[in-house]
């Protein structure tokens, strides 16, 4: 337990380092003075005079070599000071924490919704392996894999939104605006996770347990709560960590087609304006948020199997 | 052996059938891509303004788009650039994939625990995200999309080739060739290679599946490849505010990058979920 968590600090670090580097490279190849650049970014561009921006340069370090820079800037970041946006002038901090909340909102209902899809379907093809129900769930899992999430998006904008007018585009603020997004990254998830719990529950119906829990007589029904949903849920569960890779990488997408203002939709634009404490944030935000998604499921699993405590 | 059981073990399973499939569909849009400019010489940036969402016609097979651009010649360049982009950087990344994976099997101690280290700092970052801040730092720089593409695709090489060589090198057999005074590439031809081919074929599908999409994300994101460059991604973007003028125009993307990543699907088999 303590290992792993130790591994999932270490991995937490690694992200800084790899955000850290990425965006001091990123920093350094931008045309043009840093120091200007900064001293314009502070004080309006009609400010700017060589005594102002010699100032930034004093003050900066900008004059030092890169070493001492980049060492600097991995300081600033491991004390968390992530410096102002070079657009808007506002702490990166307060705009990360408040893009982190929404974007959060946005992943859990997303898990929470292909939970309440995938699973179940997935557990009523496995009770009955080759029925018309298991390869028509089959068909439909693989078509929904083989579709990106911006093309999954669209093709539900273009129904929901634009044939049926059932609900907004895109936009943030009432529920009727989540439903989308939120759909665009559950189906890709409940397509995997059906699978997943298919396989699981054939595995499982076809144990000695299983069959002993039968001869013994219990119900289908208890047999089921009883002995299939914990040994179900751990593959279910563990490969939701996989899947992880896969749900922060279709926040950034999701949110940037539905306008939802997030952390993906943020690191987009700061890519875009090239503002560069802006891409730090939001991508070490990312990051962070991939490794801590990663412990609860750790947790989880810790928690459904028991068996794995003692190693 | 008697007759029954050869027939059984002959038969195609399941999994060999879809595995055919894919590779039919995909050899189709491989030459779709290849076909399409020898037979059909239409510039992909060239104009036709009496044609503008268009729907199939004489003149453009496909339409046009709202450029009134040839929507064949874009589709077919759209699929040259991501099929081969793809299978470049799935080809960059195989060989320092499985040539690291071999070694940190073989070498185990720290340079197996170094190696790993390497990987694991590369996996803590999903792939989208490292690719999309190189992109960010080389913008609109083609060879920076398929470094950082071939950079996220290696480490699955690595993982496999290192768990697989583990086992393979730790066996009785290879322990035998050994004793036998075989050398390091004897062991590798006989022994390893024919244990990792297949599993190499199936990585390499699912990360030509996944750097077709990555690029196709970036594109539809405006971050990616740029305009006039004919791109899926960029084409959906691009196409997306004509939908109620030309639903078929937008479709043809939408179909063609279903179509690529399907066939790759089906070609890395049931293996991975």
């Not at chain 1, 337990?1 to 920093?27: E, I, N, P």
């Not at chain 1, 595995?203 to 299939?228: C, E, I, M, N, P």
């Not at chain 1, 499921?297 to 190693?311: E, F, M, Q, S, Y």
């Not at chain 2, 030309?246 to 990058?257: D, S, T």
Request: proline share 5%; with cysteine.
């Amino acid at each position: 337990m303590t290992r792993l968590l130790a591994f999932r600090f270490l991995q937490a670090v690694m992200v800084a380092l790899l955000v850290g580097a990425l965006t001091f490279l990123l920093m350094s190849l931008l045309p043009g003075d840093a120091a200007y650049r900064i001293a314009a970014g502070r004080y309006g561009y009609d400010m700017v005079s060589t005594a102002a921006a010699e100032a930034v340069r004093a003050e900066l370090g900008l004059d030092q070599p890169v070493i001492w820079r980049f060492l600097a800037w991995i300081g600033d970041l491991a004390t968390l000071d992530l410096g102002h946006s070079l657009v808007s002038g506002k702490p990166v901090m307060e705009a990360v924490a408040h893009e982190l909340g929404s974007s959060i909102r946005l992943a859990i209902g997303a898990v929470a919704l292909s939970f309440v899809m995938g699973p179940p379907l997935g557990v009523m093809a496995g009770l009955r392996p080759g029925s018309v129900f298991d390869r028509c769930l089959l068909l439909l899992t693989t078509v929904t894999r083989a579709v990106p999430h911006f093309v999954l998006g669209v093709v539900l904008v273009i129904v929901f939104a634009v044939s049926l007018g059932l609900v907004p585009s895109a936009g943030h603020g009432t529920l009727a605006h989540t439903v989308l997004p939120t759909l665009t990254l559950a189906l890709g998830l409940a397509a995997v996770s059906s699978r997943v719990a298919r396989d699981a529950t054939i595995d499982v119906a076809a144990s000695a347990y299983y069959g002993f829990g039968r001869l013994k007589g219990l119900s289908s029904f208890s047999l089921f709560t009883r002995h299939g949903l914990r040994n179900i849920g751990v593959p279910v569960v563990t490969y939701l960590g996989v899947q992880l890779v896969y749900l922060i990488e279709g926040v950034v997408v999701v949110e940037t087609l539905f306008a939802w203002p997030g952390i993906g939709h943020g690191l987009v634009h700061a890519i875009v304006q090239r503002d560069v404490p802006m891409v730090q944030g939001t991508a070490l935000a990312m990051g962070l948020m991939f490794v801590v998604l990663n412990t609860l499921v750790d947790l989880a699993n810790h928690w459904i199997d028991p068996r794995g405590r003692k190693v | 052996m008697n007759l029954e059981t050869v027939a059984v073990n002959t038969a195609p399973p399941a999994q060999v059938t879809s595995r055919l499939w894919g590779i039919g569909l995909f050899l189709l849009l491989v030459l779709f891509a290849i076909a399409v400019p020898l037979l059909w010489q239409v510039d992909i940036a060239k104009q036709d303004y009496t044609a503008i969402l268009s729907g199939p016609a004489e003149a453009h097979p496909l339409g046009t788009d709202h450029l009134g651009r040839d929507m064949l010649a874009r589709l077919a360049a759209a699929v040259r650039l991501s099929l081969g982009l793809a299978l470049v950087s799935v080809m960059t990344a195989a060989v320092p994939g499985v040539l690291l994976g071999v070694v940190a099997a073989w070498k185990g101690g720290a340079v197996d625990k170094l190696l790993g280290l390497l990987s694991e700092m590369f996996l803590a970052l999903p792939g989208l995200l490292l690719v999309l801040l190189i992109v960010a730092i080389f913008p609109g720089s083609f060879l920076a999309l398929y470094g950082a593409v071939s950079l996220v695709l290696w480490i699955e090489y690595f993982r496999m080739t290192r768990a697989l060589s583990r086992t393979v090198l730790a066996s009785p057999a290879v322990s035998a060739s050994r004793l036998l005074g075989f050398g390091p590439l004897y062991i590798i031809r006989r022994h390893l290679w024919p244990e990792l081919s297949p599993v190499l074929m199936t990585i390499a599908a699912f990360g030509a599946a996944s750097a077709i999409m990555a690029i196709a994300a970036l594109g539809f994101i405006s971050v990616g490849v740029r305009p006039p460059t004919a791109e899926l991604g960029l084409m959906i973007t691009e196409l997306l505010p004509y939908y109620a003028e030309a639903p078929i125009v937008i479709a043809l993307p939408i179909l063609v990058i279903l179509l690529i990543i399907l066939s790759l699907m089906l070609i890395a088999g049931g293996r991975k979920r």
